[in-house]
């Protein structure tokens, strides 16, 4: 998609390619000198989206494994027209907000081609927006008690890369038009969650405020944990030999291809607790549990924006059987914490037993992201409720609203983009959201309540008759009660006071 009056730069690096020993190891800064030598002081091409980085399955059972390993690059999409030739005199006539935007998929599978921001610059111009590859699943989520130090490897280096390019962002963004001192971190389900975790997280901070969408409220293992995750998997790509540094290195010869045989194998048939690879406690970076780290004001104090989909849920069981999908997205629970959890809501009435299921793990799964917002409020916090689903769906899911910011563009299997077309009241909201939310904080870091009411015709169903139709999105500047950020719409309200208690005791 692109319009005239945007330019697009595609797959710049922002560190150097993790290949060979670098593999399961930190980013290092790119080594602009070897890229300038490299390419005899040419003009490096930045028209083509790079390859994506190796993807991990959407599902257990399912096949990914497609990619590059060398994908520790970024797209930057301004408005400008094209960008003049820059140096380190030049100077622009003015500098303008940038948002750092990360990609959703479960620390498991993802690709920023499929959630093109030209429209919202488009119509935005007043922006630089950079959106980050990092790396995935196996590849950057390894984990082994024995990586402590940092010798043999390192934990989370998917979320290091991360960090890698947001000093690049610092370091160059000015030569693209963006201000360096005004960078607002965005991130959808694992990228909301990657949000809460650089918040929370040990080293520089380089942003300043930050806007968090269905944030992924995946329980964090440790590296004991995931212990039994990387013996089956190294077992799987043949190097398991008993050794962690010798495992490593087999690993590290190991071809693609093995590597994400071995992965998709395991993430779909081990049997123990935590089956995926994804951000572990190291106690370097990530030092503690969020939810603790927040209650004993460990965290960044910026402004921010967080909120949920009416529907979504992401602890799901095929039956319907909500003690089990719990018990599975909350691997250490008991079962009495979990009955206590459910015994929560036992005095609401529910619409279908699907409301119910949906609530009940949503809350626990993604919704009560809100304590973020309570946590913020000493600086500025907004939370929003999405209830429009897609065109199609009875219910507004999780990431219904990625299909709406990026006109109808979204995630297909196998990765590649799926579009839909949009109707007229469908492309309004995208406008309210860019022009009254997003926007509003990015560029004057007061972002409008009680905005984007708009009335439409056509489907706009979300479960249970309190919520209104004609209302896609409102922000709501918070009203607190104990540790939380309420919403004021009645029933909502109520629920969430009583169960802030348990939620906290189970994230635990």
């Given at each position: 998609m692109t319009y005239g009056d945007v330019t697009s730069y595609l797959g710049i690096l922002y560190a150097e390619p993790p290949l060979g020993d670098l593999r399961f190891r930190a980013p290092k800064p790119l080594n602009v000198a070897r890229v300038s030598m490299e390419t005899g002081g040419k003009v490096v091409d930045a028209t083509q989206y790079?390859?994506?980085?190796?993807?991990?399955?959407?599902?257990?059972?399912?096949?990914?494994?497609?990619?590059?390993?060398?994908?520790?690059?970024?797209?930057s999409t301004l408005l400008r027209g094209p960008m003049p030739a820059v140096t380190s005199t030049h100077t622009f006539r003015s500098l303008v907000p940038v948002l750092f935007y990360i990609h959703g998929g479960g620390y498991v599978f993802g690709n920023p081609a499929t959630l093109p921001y030209d429209p919202w610059v488009h119509q935005s111009p007043e922006v630089v927006?950079?959106?980050?590859?990092?790396?995935?699943?196996?590849?950057?989520?390894?984990?082994?008690?024995?990586?402590?130090?940092?010798?043999?490897?390192?934990?989370?280096?998917?979320?290091?890369?991360?960090?890698?390019?947001?000093?690049?962002?610092?370091?160059?963004?000015?030569?693209f038009g963006g201000d360096p001192e005004k960078i607002t971190v965005d991130g959808e389900s694992a990228g909301g969650s990657s949000v809460l975790l650089h918040l929370v997280s040990t080293g520089e901070k380089v942003?300043?405020?930050?806007?968090?969408?269905?944030?992924?409220?995946t329980p964090l293992p440790t590296p004991d944990q995931q212990k039994g995750l990387f013996d089956y998997f190294t077992s799987l790509a043949g190097c398991n030999t008993g050794n962690t540094t010798t495992t490593v290195v087999c690993l590290r010869q190991a071809s693609l291809s093995t590597l994400a045989i071995a992965q998709d194998t395991a993430m779909g048939t081990y049997s123990g607790a935590y089956y995926q690879f994804k951000v572990v406690l190291d106690g370097k970076v990530i030092t503690d549990y969020p939810d603790r780290l927040l209650l004993q004001g460990k965290y960044t104090q910026v402004p921010l924006i967080t909120g949920?989909?009416?529907?979504?849920?992401?602890?799901?069981?095929?039956?319907?059987?909500?003690?089990?999908?719990?018990?599975?997205?909350?691997?250490?629970?008991?079962?009495?914490?979990?009955?206590?959890?459910?015994?929560?809501?036992?005095?609401?009435?529910?619409?279908?037993?699907?409301?119910?299921?949906?609530?009940?793990?949503?809350?626990?799964?993604?919704?009560?992201?809100?304590?973020?917002?309570?946590?913020?409020k000493s600086v500025g916090a907004?939370?929003?409720?999405?209830?429009?689903?897609?065109?199609?769906?009875?219910?507004?899911?999780?990431?219904?609203?990625?299909?709406?910011?990026?006109?109808?563009?979204?995630?297909?299997?196998?990765?590649?983009?799926?579009?839909?077309?949009?109707?007229?009241?469908?492309?309004?909201?995208?406008?309210?959201?860019?022009?009254?939310?997003?926007?509003?904080?990015?560029?004057?870091?007061?972002?409008?309540?009680?905005?984007?009411?708009r009335e439409i015709t056509g489907t706009c169903l979300a479960l249970g008759a309190h919520h209104a139709a004609r209302s896609r999105m409102t922000l709501v500047v918070n009203t607190y009660i104990g540790s939380l950020a309420l919403w004021r719409d009645g029933r909502d309200f109520k629920l969430r006071v009583r169960r802030v208690g348990v939620w906290a005791w189970l994230s635990t």
């Open positions: 790079p390859n994506f980085r190796v993807q991990g399955p959407v599902f257990r059972g399912d096949r990914a494994g497609a990619g590059s390993e060398d994908c520790l690059k970024s797209t927006i950079v959106s980050v590859y990092y790396r995935l699943a196996t590849f950057g989520f390894l984990s082994h008690p024995d990586f402590a130090d940092g010798t043999i490897a390192d934990h989370n280096v998917g979320f290091l890369d991360q960090v890698q390019a947001l000093k690049w962002v610092k370091q160059y963004i000015y030569y942003f300043k405020q930050v806007i968090s969408q269905s944030l992924y409220r949920q989909i009416a529907n979504e849920t992401l602890a799901t069981n095929s039956a319907g059987d909500i003690f089990a999908a719990l018990h599975s997205y909350i691997p250490l629970a008991t079962d009495n914490d979990i009955q206590n959890w459910i015994n929560a809501y036992s005095s609401e009435v529910w619409s279908s037993q699907e409301e119910r299921f949906r609530t009940i793990t949503g809350d626990a799964s993604v919704r009560c992201s809100t304590i973020v917002a309570d946590a913020e907004w939370t929003y409720k999405w209830v429009t689903p897609v065109p199609g769906s009875p219910f507004a899911e999780h990431a219904t609203e990625n299909w709406y910011q990026f006109l109808g563009w979204n995630l297909g299997a196998p990765f590649i983009l799926s579009t839909g077309k949009m109707w007229l009241g469908q492309r309004w909201y995208l406008t309210d959201l860019r022009v009254y939310d997003w926007w509003e904080l990015v560029s004057s870091w007061t972002p409008s309540a009680q905005k984007g009411e």
